[in-house]
C-alpha cells in the first residue's frame, strides 16, 4: 500500500492526520516525538512517529505541513527523490497581510527547483485546517485545487484527497501554482479580514 508521511504536527498536519486515520498507510514525522506519540494515541491507527527525515525516508507521499521557509529548508536537506511531495503551503507575510512571493514564481516551485528529483504537488492551500475538523461529509465537495507536472503524481494526490473527504479541481502544471497561491490570500482575506470566519472555501461554479 502507498505510504504518506505527514510532516509537522501543527494544525494541518493534526487534521490530515485525523481526516486521514484508518483510510491509508500514514507515518507521522515530528521534531517533537513525544508530543507526536501523545497525538497518535488518539488515533486508531497506532501509528510510527518517527523524525521528520525518517518519516520522509520511508513514505511514497510526503505532504509538507509546514511554513513555508521551514518547508522549503526541508526539501533542499532531505533526498525527496522519485518522491511525490505535497505542498500545501501559503507563503505568507508574518502579520498575513499578503503573500511573500508570486506572479513569476510560487511556493510551490520554489520547493521543486531546491528538490529536483520530487515530484511536487500543490494541494490543500485552500482548505483552512478547521475545516478538517468537521465530518467528511461535509466537505465532499469542496474542492481541493491540484497544481503539478507530473500525471501520476497528481493521480496519487487525487487518491489521497478524496480519502481525506474533498474532491479535487485540477488547476494545471505545477506553475498553476502561482494562481492557486494568491486564491489562498483571497481566502485569508475574507476568512479573517473581511470577517467571514474559517468556515468558507472557493469552488469553481459552472452555469
Ligand atoms: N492553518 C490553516 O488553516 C492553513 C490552511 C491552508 C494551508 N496552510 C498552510 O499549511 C502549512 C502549515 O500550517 P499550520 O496552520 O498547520 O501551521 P502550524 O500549526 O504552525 O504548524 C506547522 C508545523 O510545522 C512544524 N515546523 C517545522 N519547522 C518549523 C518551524 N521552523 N517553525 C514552525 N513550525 C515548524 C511544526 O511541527 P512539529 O513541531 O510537529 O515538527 C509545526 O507544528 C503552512 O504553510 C500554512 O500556510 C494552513
Redesign the pocket.
Given at each position: 500500500m502507498t505510504k504518506s508521511a505527514i510532516?509537522?504536527?501543527?494544525?494541518?498536519?493534526k487534521?490530515l492526520a485525523r481526516r486521514l486515520d484508518g483510510k491509508t498507510d500514514l507515518i507521522l514525522?515530528?521534531?517533537?516525538i513525544t508530543?507526536?506519540e501523545n497525538f497518535a494515541a488518539t488515533l486508531s491507527q497506532g501509528l510510527r512517529v518517527t523524525s521528520?527525515q525518517d518519516a520522509a525516508a520511508a513514505a511514497d507521499i510526503v505532504i509538507l505541513?509546514?511554513?513555508?521557509?521551514?518547508?522549503l529548508?526541508?526539501a533542499k536537506s532531505t533526498n525527496l527523490e522519485g518522491k511525490v511531495v505535497v505542498d500545501?503551503?501559503?507563503?505568507?507575510k508574518e502579520d498575513f497581510s499578503g503573500l511573500t512571493i508570486g506572479h513569476s514564481t510560487s511556493a510551490a516551485e520554489e520547493i521543486q527547483a531546491v528538490a529536483p528529483g520530487a515530484r511536487v504537488v500543490k494541494a490543500?492551500?485552500?482548505?483552512?485546517?478547521?475545516l478538517l475538523d468537521r465530518p467528511a461529509s461535509d466537505t465532499s465537495a469542496t474542492p481541493v485545487f491540484l497544481a503539478g507536472d507530473d500525471e501520476a503524481a497528481i493521480a496519487s494526490v487525487t487518491r489521497l484527497v478524496e480519502l481525506s473527504g474533498f474532491t479535487t479541481e485540477l488547476a494545471g502544471g505545477l506553475n498553476a501554482a502561482r494562481l492557486v497561491e494568491p486564491l489562498?490570500m483571497l481566502n485569508i482575506q475574507l476568512g479573517y479580514h473581511q470577517g467571514r470566519g474559517?468556515a468558507i472555501a472557493p469552488a469553481w461554479q459552472a452555469l
Open positions: 510532516i509537522g504536527l501543527g494544525n494541518m498536519g487534521g514525522g515530528t521534531r517533537d508530543g507526536g521528520p505541513a509546514l511554513p513555508y521557509a521551514a518547508a529548508a526541508f500545501l503551503t501559503n507563503p505568507l490543500y492551500n485552500t482548505i483552512f485546517a478547521s489562498g474559517t
